[in-house]
């Protein structure tokens, strides 16, 4: 399912606590780290469990 890539933004299945729904990726590998784009609260999750809760890629990174 890989058509994501480093500094997309992404929406995940379930919004942040602080309201927002959009995260960039700022780490791949066996994990995948997200930043959620109003607070810069991050959060790190196995490759597995962020394909699962992955809804949309918004905003694709000019690499």
């Not at 995940?12 to 930043?35: F, S, T, V």
């Amino acid at each position: 399912m890989k058509d994501y890539d480093l500094n997309d933004i992404v929406e995940m299945k379930k919004a942040h606590p602080c309201g927002a729904n959009q995260w960039k990726i700022i780490r791949m590998g066996m994990d995948i780290k997200i930043e959620c784009t109003n607070c810069n609260h991050l959060v790190m999750m196995p490759r597995r469990e962020f394909e699962r809760k992955l809804k949309k890629i918004l905003i694709k990174a000019n690499n």
